[in-house]
Structure formats: structure tokens, C-alpha cells
């Protein structure tokens, strides 16, 4: 039996539905990339932004021509947490509706699925835990993911983390270590530490993330650790520190500010202001002066005036970002924001938009062109656009494609970069 899995979204998402997959596996489903042939269409949502939630919608077009007698359509993630009912209402093809609490159930439910008996969607928060009842993780390739918090209790008030992923759980430091090991002993070289609030971890058996990713770099096998997402006021110094004290934490620091504008800040219910920010972001460059840090904004907040946006890109020169991710203000359902006076014009948000991201990514860009010279580790992930070329990452996450062997992927190789864009490396493999 046949497997089709569509993810959207972030990287939480892509954890889950590795771990779908490895759940249905135990029914006896073998992942295809080709849902003409697939026993199962599952779409695993992203709730985000109103173009996320919409592209479901097109996706169960498109697919709905391949669903055949006996195809079980299946819809997962945060757009069936924000509203699974409504989804069966207005998507007649879909079966199964599961949030992201609740996937550990669905061999049951496809075990006992009968149409006629009428379509399901689950969206409680069961007291147990989901990570109690999935099959041992398995790393699929050199770089695997791992969920150690999920869900935000930060309420920002664009936000619909909150509703979608529940208020924050921690995972204790034995989970995350048998998790850890599990994952290393399957292939893993990297492991990236997945929260939505990363930095916030909470759990048993350790003080804080720090102490996780201290615990996890004494795995023999393991190679870098990352992890994403951060909230900026909840940085402890044992996380900062850990960037001077373990070799494998990795260099990189994602710290969402979403505006530069003091105002903007406290209108999103943002707990912390630009000079706060501004503090941390100098602290990890004390204990690690060749860091680099990505962020998240939002421009077009409601009531963003142009002086608050200045303040955006001020700080921006400030900081000096190695890469970011820039979003439009979308009002979600439900949210404060979404019902704030002041909303921006369309026109204004996409001017705003464009101004920012020429200038993150001329610093992307710089960032780059700064490696050229240099020689770097490369974890080498996947095949190159062109036949003989494979890429993998820096350890500052760049990019880079390299003239090489595919038996190289998995391994880490000391590189000279000789070349730079805004978005990738180019290099030529260092002889030994
Ligand atoms: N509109 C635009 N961007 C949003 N984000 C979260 N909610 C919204 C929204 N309503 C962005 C934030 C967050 C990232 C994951 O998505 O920048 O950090
Ligand atoms: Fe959403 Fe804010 Fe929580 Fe991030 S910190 S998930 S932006 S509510």
C-alpha cells in the first residue's frame, strides 16, 4: 500500500510528518511520490499566513483526480486545528481530518474508517502525549529534525500558533536524549532542536536548552547540532555561552525581532524592545564574533507608520542579518490583531516589503561574498541542480554546490569557497 505525503509550512511540520510516515509504515504504507498510486493522500497544513491555509485548498483540487474508490484522503496540521469542521464542510473530498496533536491516533482511525458511517475530523488536545505512542524516529538522511517543545504560550497578537499548536510542552531530557541517539544510530550527522519556542524548553531533567544541547553533543556520531526558533527576551546565558563552549553547536542563530519599531513591538505583544534585542544579538557576538543571525519580520503591522518602518530598516544595518525571512502583515482569524484599527493598504505593505528585502538580501549577499577565500565544512545533503554536483550547508547554513561524487552525500568535507550570490556558495573540495 501506497503513501502520498504533501507538507506545508515550517520545519515543525516536516518533523510531523516524518513521523507520520514512520507511524503508517507499521500498517503496512511505503511513501510514493506519485498520488496516482497512492492508497493514502495525506496533506500535512500550515496555518500561518492566509496564503498558507489557501494553498490547501488548490492542493485537494489538484489531487482530488487521483482519488479512486478506495483512496483515503487525510488532511493533518494547524488548518485542521484552527478549524478541522469547517475544512469538512467546504472539502467534500477529504476523509480524515487530524490536528497536530492527535496524528498518533491515525491507525485507528483509518483502521476503522467507513465513509458511510460519516467523516472525522479530531481536534482535541489529548491529556497523553503524542510522542508516547509514535514508532522509534528514524533519520532519512544526514540531517534530521527533533521536536524538543512545542506550541507558544506567548499569545503575539498576530499569532495563531497558540490556538493551532497549544500552549507550550516541553519534552523531558531523557526523550530528547534516547531521541537523539536513536537518530544518530539511523544515519544522522546533524540534528536540528525543533520548538516553536526553542529557547523556552522547559522540560525535566535539565535547566534549561543549553544544558540539552550540551547533553546531546557528547553522542559519538553526532556532528552539529542546531536549533529554531528563538523568542528573543527568553535567551538564557547558558544557551549563549554554549555557542563559545561546543565545538558542534553550530554558529547560526535564528532570532525573530519582527519590527525594529518600539511601538510595533508592544502592539504585537512583543515582550521585549529594539534595544533589548539589540543587547542579546551583541552578546552572542561576544561569545562568538563570526555568528551568524537570521530573523523573522512582519511589516505592515497594523498602524506601521512610516517612521516605525525606518526604525525596521535601521535596525537592520544595525544588526547585520546573514539571512531573514520577510512577511507581509496577513490578518489570521481569531487573532488581535486581526481586528486592530489602522489596518495598512496592500500597496503600502508590498512597498515596505520590497524596500526590506533589497536590503536583507544585499546582506545576505555580503555575508556570502565574506566566505570567498575561505576553506569551510561542508555536510554534503542532496544532489546539485546539475548532473555531478552535490550541495550541503555551511556551518553558518549557506548553501554551497560542489564538484563531487554522490557517495560523498552524508559525509562532512572541508571545502574552499571560490564563489557567491545572494543565495549560495560555490566551491571546490579541499584534498586531504
Ligand atoms: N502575518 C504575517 N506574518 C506572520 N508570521 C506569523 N504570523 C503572521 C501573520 N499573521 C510570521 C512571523 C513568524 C513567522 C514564522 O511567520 O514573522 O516569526
Ligand atoms: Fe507566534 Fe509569537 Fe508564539 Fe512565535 S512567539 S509562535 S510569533 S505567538
New binding site residues.
Given amino acids: 500500500m501506497k503513501l502520498y505525503i504533501k507538507t506545508f509550512g515550517?520545519q515543525m511540520n516536516m518533523y510531523d510528518s516524518a513521523r507520520i510516515r514512520d507511524t503508517l509504515a507499521i500498517l503496512g504504507y511505503t511513501e510514493t511520490d506519485s498520488p496516482e498510486e497512492a492508497d493514502i493522500i495525506l496533506l500535512n497544513t500550515c496555518h500561518?499566513?492566509e496564503k498558507a491555509s489557501e494553498k490547501l485548498f488548490s492542493e485537494i483540487g489538484r489531487l482530488v483526480k487521483f482519488k479512486k474508490e478506495h483512496t483515503l484522503m487525510i488532511v493533518a496540521g494547524c488548518v485542521v486545528q484552527a478549524d478541522g469542521e469547517e475544512l469538512l464542510k467546504r472539502a467534500h473530498a477529504v476523509d480524515i481530518a487530524v490536528g497536530p496533536q492527535s496524528y498518533h491516533k491515525l491507525p485507528e482511525l483509518i483502521t476503522k474508517y467507513n465513509r458511510k458511517k460519516g467523516r472525522i475530523a479530531v481536534t482535541d488536545f489529548p491529556a497523553e502525549s503524542k510522542f508516547d505512542y509514535l514508532p522509534p524516529i528514524q533519520a532519512i538522511g544526514a540531517s534530521a529534525f527533533l521536536a524538543v517543545q512545542e506550541g507558544c504560550d506567548h499569545f503575539?497578537s498576530?499569532?495563531?500558533v497558540p490556538y493551532t499548536r497549544g500552549c507550550e510542552y516541553s519534552r523531558s531530557a531523557t526523550e530528547i536524549m534516547d531521541e537523539a541517539r536513536q537518530l544518530v544510530k539511523t544515519g544522522a550527522k546533524e540534528i536540528m532542536l525543533l520548538g516553536q519556542n526553542v529557547n523556552g524548553w522547559h522540560g525535566e531533567g535539565a535547566r534549561d536548552l543549553g544544558d540539552i544541547i550540551r547533553m546531546i553533543a557528547d553522542i559519538d556520531g553526532l556532528e552539529r547540532i542546531r536549533y529554531t526558533?528563538s523568542y528573543p527576551s527568553e535567551m538564557t546565558e547558558n544557551i549563549i555561552t554554549a555557542h563559545r563552549d561546543v565545538p558542534k553547536l553550530m554558529p547560526y542563530i535564528h532570532l525573530?525581532i519582527?519590527s525594529g519599531s518600539n511601538a510595533v513591538l508592544k502592539a504585537m505583544n512583543r515582550q521585549y524592545d529594539r534595544d533589548g534585542y539589540l543587547r542579546i544579538s551583541e552578546r552572542f557576538r561576544a561569545v562568538r564574533p563570526d555568528i551568524a543571525i537570521s530573523s523573522?519580520?512582519?511589516v505592515g503591522f497594523p498602524g506601521e507608520t512610516d517612521k516605525d518602518f525606518e526604525d525596521t530598516l535601521d535596525l537592520v544595518q544595525r544588526v547585520g542579518y546573514a539571512s531573514s525571512?520577510s512577511?507581509?502583515?496577513?490578518?489570521?482569524p481569531g487573532?488581535p490583531?486581526s481586528i486592530m484599527k489602522n489596518q495598512i493598504r496592500e500597496e503600502v505593505k508590498t512597498e515596505r516589503l520590497i524596500r526590506l528585502q533589497d536590503l536583507l538580501l544585499s546582506q545576505q549577499k555580503q555575508f556570502n561574498v565574506n566566505t570567498v577565500g575561505k576553506e569551510l565544512d561542508i555536510l554534503l545533503i542532496e544532489n546539485g541542480k546539475e548532473k555531478g554536483q552535490i550541495s550541503g550547508y555551511t556551518p553558518y547554513l549557506q548553501n554551497t554546490h560542489i564538484a563531487a561524487d554522490e557517495s560523498l552525500l552524508g559525509q562532512i568535507v572541508r571545502v574552499k569557497i571560490e564563489s557567491a550570490t545572494a543565495t549560495s556558495l560555490g566551491g571546490r573540495l579541499v584534498k586531504a
Fill in positions: 515550517c500561518i499566513r503575539c498576530y499569532c495563531v526558533t525573530p519582527q523573522d519580520f512582519i525571512f512577511f507581509k502583515f496577513s490578518a489570521r487573532t490583531a
